[in-house]
């Protein structure tokens, strides 16, 4: 059994055909898809109407969550830009999506954690950004991820929401983070300040396969236009996302630039 992992595309079709292509030469047998599919400012619609063609094992991640339950005026800008693309078509589609799925042969699906779609699995966030170069975030700790899968044992865990690529083994269970396809940095404040980022902006996607030892991962990266990306971002107000997609480095921060447009 031959799988493709895909995670957090976030709107981004061009890297999400780039990686397509690299996927069909791959030759698995199946395609997962572990949700945050269209939130930002790049192309959401037309990336859910693609998806919607696919047919691929879907589950939700928490931007399907809050664009589809909160109100406008609480969403994130990435959201509420989002929200205002999708037709009834898309909201359909996204939301009849699990929140975790069963792919049998003891690989099991979720977005974030088992039991929260905002949680990191495989990373901590710490106090301390900026602190002897601290990003504010680490890699956690095999006590963290254990009590984080909340007493799962499968022999895969597949999850994303981080956009860190990791593959770490707890008590026997291969977990494997492929990192986001669709954008390959950001700041965050929850619950203290931090920055994510995998320092290149190409396509992240993972590939997992049986042998006769057992399941092994690969972790992909993928070439793609990411310049038409950020040309996008920027022509969406998100100069914020322009310099992640270019760089895969945190440049202008998010509450700068939605800042600044909120005040034009």
Request: aromatic share 4%; proline share 5%.
């Amino acid at each position: 059994m031959r799988l493709a992992i895909v995670s957090d595309i976030h709107g981004n079709l061009p890297a999400l055909e780039a990686v397509r292509a690299d996927i069909a030469r791959a030759g698995v047998d199946l395609v997962v898809n572990l949700g945050d599919i269209a939130s930002g400012p790049l192309w959401p619609r037309e990336t859910v109407q693609r998806l919607m063609t696919l047919h691929w094992p879907t589950i939700r991640g928490n931007h399907e969550r809050q664009v589809l339950t909160q109100p406008r005026d609480a969403m994130s800008a990435a959201d509420a830009f989002t929200a205002g693309q999708l037709g009834d078509a898309e909201r359909a589609w996204l939301a009849a999506l699990p929140t975790t799925l069963d792919l049998g042969e003891g690989v099991w699906c979720c977005h974030a954690t088992p039991t929260d779609d905002l949680e990191y699995l495989l990373e901590t966030v710490t106090p301390d950004l900026g602190v002897h170069g601290s990003p504010g975030v680490r890699a956690a700790t095999l006590d963290e991820v254990r009590r984080r899968l909340a007493g799962r044992r499968d022999a895969v865990v597949l999850c994303g929401h981080t956009h860190t690529p990791r593959i770490v083994t707890c008590d026997g269970t291969l977990i494997v983070n492929p990192g986001s396809l669709g954008v390959q940095a950001y700041d965050d404040a929850d619950p203290y300040d931090h920055r994510v980022e995998t320092g290149s902006p190409h396509a992240r996607w993972a590939l997992l396969e049986r042998g006769a030892a057992g399941w092994q991962a690969t972790l992909c990266a993928t070439a793609y236009d990411w310049e038409s990306a950020a040309r996008r971002a920027e022509a969406n107000g998100r100069g914020d996302w322009a310099d992640a997609l270019r760089t895969g480095r945190v440049g202008r921060l998010e509450a700068e630039v939605v800042g600044a447009r909120a005040g034009a």
